[in-house]
């Protein structure tokens, strides 16, 4: 079956401009994680979703950050009036069981933000 | 604080060479340890992950890490490096939250 998928690849924006990111999970996948990576960073933890439950916001940086999920499938990563430092890749990852910690994660391709 | 730290930004080893990346963590508790790799222009794929049992984990693409609790580590090996194992290579380990922490990565380069 298809992987995770996200959209779009690359984005350039404005500083100031809000953007929309999207990843479609795996098939049957009820975990959903949003991490961003920045150049000469690991991995940073933005936000986790599992199944109906309340997601865990406790990375998102700033107010201006948001995340949703959609009927348990699609999520969209939103973040509101751009700022330069906000420039990474944000990577989405499922897994299928609900012990997050010791599932599999499976990964996007990422999209690459660009504020100008 | 959980932490996982990666003390290497990058790795040169000859092809055919044996390799290692190191990764070393601090958790309280017993660890759930990962090791990740990210190809160039693609996701991060999933190698290995030690839960609990023997200490010696075998992965993907020959990958393999050996849990070692005195020393607090989990490095990667492969007993005979290719020139498409370079990659950037992530260590991880579950923190006190149940989230996963991710070291900063480990650039290797495979010289033919």
């Known amino acids: 079956g298809a992987g995770v998928s996200q959209s779009p690849s690359n984005k350039v924006t404005e500083k100031g401009k809000d953007v929309e990111l999207r990843c479609d999970p795996i098939?049957?996948?009820?975990?959903l994680y949003w991490y961003r990576q920045s150049l000469g960073q690991g991995l940073e933890f933005l936000i986790y979703?599992?199944?109906?439950?309340?997601?865990?916001k406790s990375g998102l940086p700033s107010d201006r950050f948001s995340a949703e999920r959609t009927g348990g499938s699609v999520s969209t990563l939103t973040i509101q009036r751009t700022q330069q430092e906000d420039s990474a890749v944000y990577l989405c990852?499922?897994?299928?069981?609900?012990?997050?910690?010791?599932?599999?994660?499976?990964f996007g391709p990422g999209t690459r933000l660009t504020v100008l | 604080a959980q932490s996982v730290a990666q003390p290497e930004d990058q790795v040169n080893v000859a092809e055919g060479n044996p390799l290692t990346v190191k990764c070393t963590y601090s958790?309280?508790?017993?660890?759930?340890l990962f090791w990740y790799v990210q190809y160039p222009n693609r996701g991060l794929q999933f190698l290995l992950k030690?839960?609990?049992?023997?200490?010696l984990v075998k992965g993907s693409y020959g990958f393999e890490a050996e849990f070692n609790k005195s020393q607090t580590s989990f490095h990667l090996k492969k007993p005979s490096a290719l020139v498409s194992d370079s990659a950037l290579y992530f260590c991880?380990?579950?923190?006190?939250?149940?989230?996963?922490?991710f070291g900063k990565g480990t650039r290797l380069h495979i010289l033919p």
């Open positions: 098939s049957g996948h009820t975990a």
């Open positions: 991880a380990v579950r923190d006190l939250d149940d989230k996963i922490i």
């Open positions: 990852a499922s897994a299928q069981g609900a012990q997050w910690s010791t599932d599999t994660q499976y």
């Open positions: 979703f599992q199944g109906n439950s309340a997601p865990d």
């Open positions: 030690y839960i609990t049992g023997d200490n």
């Open positions: 958790v309280s508790g017993n660890p759930y």
